[in-house]
């Protein structure tokens, strides 16, 4: 009797310990594969047995270069007219609260591809010029950038000098009679885009609006899982002034009380799986309206501020990264980087 309990306490011992050894091996091959091909542990099985590949995801450090020598960061001193932190604790981005040199370096070791959707339909296309060569001045210079335009007019594309590892790629879409469904349809080409094309090609994403002109840097400083950019009207307002959807019936309801800040539409980003998602439910969000004859007030900008609401951004970019009009000035707003070309709507827009 006690002989047999003996053997079944030994045999239960031994099934322990070889299932702690299998554990053990499972994620050691995986550390393994995180550090020779960037994260492969990624590919999902799913319940058909087919192997689906996953997102394009690496595993990086902010190393640093050594001997690289920059001003000594201060914890005592900083701006202090403007907030670099939200609640959640992202950071916000604005002039003098970064150091580019140190950013680039650690940025540029981590051989980054940065996708750039634009649109540009109807008479839209009379800003690509503009945007793509301040783009190559000031966008990520240094950096592999590839710019996706969608375009009725493929023809009209201007001929843009890109800089080295810079590359267009036009995209021929349908014309669209409203302005407003030109801008909300953007949602689910995005959407598109980043599953079908992008899973593999690049490691983040931003979707810019085409009307806007660079004059000053956009780098590797805003970078970052889910990014918001702070719009430039509304920056300094209360928040039940945010020009948010206020039906109840409409998907991008935000009641007066609710809210962070007013995002703008033309300007978000962030790594693929990020983007995917927030255009995604953004897409899925405009439908039920559509299904329910219901167009928020600022079309997909009102489903974006939703989706920021309950999905907050890891980096909030200053409106330093969206500004109105290049020739208006505020106090807080040390350098201008991107923005709003001012155009007379009725001459450029296909409807009121
Ligand atoms: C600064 C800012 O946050 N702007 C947003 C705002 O007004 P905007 O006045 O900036 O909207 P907009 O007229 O620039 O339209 C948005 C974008 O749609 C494309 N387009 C539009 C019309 C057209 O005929 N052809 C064409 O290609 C183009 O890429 C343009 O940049 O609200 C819009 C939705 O209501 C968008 O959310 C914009 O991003
Ligand atoms: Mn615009």
């Not at 007019?153 to 995209?171: T, W, Y």
């Not at 931003?206 to 004059?215: G, N, P, R």
């Not at 939703?306 to 707003?333: C, G, H, R, T």
């Amino acid at each position: 009797m006690m002989v047999r309990q003996n053997f079944l306490i030994a045999v239960l011992f031994g099934m322990i310990l070889s299932g702690l050894i299998y554990l053990n091996n499972i994620q050691c091959s995986c550390n393994q594969q995180i550090t020779e091909q960037g994260f492969n542990c990624s590919q999902q099985i799913t319940e058909q047995g087919i192997i689906k590949p996953k997102w394009k995801q690496k595993i990086f450090g902010l190393r640093s270069t050594p001997g690289l020598l920059y001003n000594q960061p201060s914890v005592l001193v900083g701006r202090t007219d403007v907030a670099s932190v939200s609640p959640w604790s992202a950071p916000i981005i604005w002039e003098g609260n970064f150091d580019s040199t140190l950013i680039d370096s650690i940025y540029k070791q981590q051989n980054l591809t940065i996708a750039t959707t634009v649109f540009a339909l109807g008479k839209y296309t009379r800003f690509v010029k503009d945007f793509l060569e301040s783009a190559e001045q000031h966008y990520f210079v240094g950096f592999r950038v590839h710019y996706y335009l969608f375009t009725d007019q493929p023809e009209s594309v201007p001929e843009v000098k890109m800089g080295e590892n810079r590359g267009l790629i036009v995209q021929k879409v349908p014309s669209l009679n409203r302005w407003q469904d030109i801008s909300m349809s953007r949602m689910e080409k995005l959407e598109k885009l980043i599953e079908n094309e992008l899973v593999n090609e690049a490691d983040y994403i931003f979707c810019l609006d085409i009307d806007a002109k660079f004059y000053g840097r956009w780098g590797a400083e805003t970078l970052g899982r889910l990014v918001g950019v702070i719009h430039p009207w509304l920056f300094n307002v209360p928040r039940s002034q945010f020009t948010y959807e206020r039906r109840p019936e409409s998907k991008a309801y935000i009641p007066v009380e609710e809210g962070d800040y007013y995002y703008a539409g033309a300007a978000f980003g962030g790594s693929l799986e990020d983007v995917h998602h927030l255009t995604k439910t953004c897409r899925e969000q405009l439908q039920i309206d559509a299904a329910n004859s219901i167009e928020a007030v600022w079309q997909e900008e009102s489903h974006l501020n939703k989706y920021f609401l309950l999905n907050k951004p890891s980096k909030l970019l200053s409106p330093e990264y969206m500004w109105w009009d290049v020739n208006e000035k505020a106090a807080q707003i040390k350098i201008v980087r991107l923005t709003n070309v001012p155009k007379n709507y009725a001459d450029v827009r296909p409807n009121p």
